[in-house]
């Protein structure tokens, strides 16, 4: 079974609140208090400034939304993630922005392998958000990423 991600994290109500601004923005509830708000289509036009892909390496990052991540971040840690795997081996991209400017990464995991979650991109992004994992888990599964296998599911599921 497989698992695509591409979204930004942060918590609930900074995400809630800036995203208010963002047409066809959902916003979904994880555990620890953040939550995640989906890459849409609809999302990716309302945000990109028609420059193409950003310069961090993301795949489905609009041009010019990390300057609009960055200015979300004024009012605490942002992160954007991207992760597309099958049976263990796949890719991850994570970035955070924090006091206005980027904090964190870009991290990747840019070949095709097996990695661990524990120290994956994504992990390494939510403790910059202050996600903390119990012993046998990750901050992946400790926030509740796991729950859901794309966006389109998060969309559905409307809550964490």
Same mark, same amino acid.
């Given at each position: 079974m497989g698992y695509e991600l591409q979204a930004v994290i942060a918590a609930d109500e900074l995400l809630r609140g800036a995203s208010r601004e963002v047409p066809g923005a959902r916003v979904v509830s994880l555990r620890q208090g953040l939550s995640l708000m989906p890459m849409t289509d609809e999302v990716f036009d309302a945000v990109t400034d028609g420059s193409g892909r950003g310069d961090l390496g993301f795949w489905k990052l609009p041009g010019g939304f990390e300057l609009l991540l960055a200015q979300w971040s004024s009012?605490? $840690?942002? +992160?954007?993630? &991207? +992760? =597309?795997?099958?049976?263990?081996?796949?890719?991850?991209?994570? +970035?955070?922005?924090a006091?206005?400017?980027? +904090?964190?990464? $870009?991290?990747? =995991? $840019? &070949?095709k392998r097996w990695f661990s979650r524990a120290v994956s991109p994504i992990s390494q992004a939510l403790r910059r958000l202050g996600a903390r994992k119990s012993l046998g888990e990750d901050e992946f599964g400790a926030v509740g990423l796991d729950r859901h296998r794309n966006n389109e599911d998060w969309i559905e599921s409307g809550t964490g």
């Open positions: 009012a605490g $840690p942002v +992160a954007y993630v &991207e +992760a =597309e795997y099958f049976g263990g081996v796949g890719e991850q991209r994570a +970035a955070v922005w006091e206005g400017s980027l +904090a964190l990464g $870009p991290l990747d =995991e $840019p &070949e």
